[in-house]
Structure formats: C-alpha cells, structure tokens
C-alpha cells in the first residue's frame, strides 16, 4: 500500500463566517495542494472539509500519515469520538448533539477506506506544511469575505 502524508489546515473569519480550508497531499516528493471554502460557515466545517476533500482526492485505499491543527479533528478519529458518536445517533457522551454530523459522515465513510494515522501539530509554529496550509485557508477565506 503506498503511504501518502496529508496536511490540512481550516480558517474562518467569524464563527460563523467566511471560511477557508488547505490540504498538502505528498508522496514519493510530489504534491497536490487542494484549497476551498463557503461564505457562510465555521472553523471546525472548514477543517473537517480539507480533510474530506484530501481523502477523497485519493484514488486507492492507502496509509494515510494525517497531520493537522485541530484537536477537534485528530481526537475524534484518533480517541474513537466520532466514531462513537455515529453508533449513537451523533449524541455526545455529555448526551448532547455532536456537531456537524453530516461532514463526520463523510470524513468517517473515507477514513473508512485507508490506514489513516492521526497527528496533531502546533498550529502556527515550525510546521513548513501547516503553515502553507494556513495560508491556503485563509486566501480562500479572504476570497468569500469579499464576495
């Protein structure tokens, strides 16, 4: 199986608001850089996107090395939340709804298809890949606060 290494990065200006997301695809030295957004939405829905998106860009079932941010992201796939939360009818354990069931949907469907190993990273800080991540984001980001 090959192993791919993705970084994600989401951005959002307001929450709600005009967000952004960044994906970095890398394997065997080459990149596929991936960028997108809404006008209308928040952090957590753009950092669950970019990573969607990355897996869906994936064309066979690989080890996936997923390095991003957000704690949201990586606890739920790496602790089992998510997945916990869909055997409940996305109910928290706190008995609350879990957010934004319809992207765990999708993320936890392609996740479903790879080896996926989950790493968190300081968001803005050494990460050369995090922070072309960011800035991905944010220009999609400042693309539909215009808008």
Known sequence: MKTVTIYTDGACSGNPGPGGW???LRYMGREKVMSGGE???TNNRMELSGVIAALSALKEPCIVELYSDSKYVIDA???GWAESWRKKGWIK???KPALNPDLW?????EAAKHELHCHWVKGHAENEYNNRCDALAVAERDKYALK
Not at 105 to 109: P, R, S, W, Y
């Open 22 to 24: 960044g994906a970095i």
């Open 39 to 41: 006008k209308e939405t």
């Open 77 to 79: 796939l790496s602790k």
């Open 93 to 95: 354990s706190d008995k």
């Open 105 to 109: 949907e999708k993320l936890l469907k």
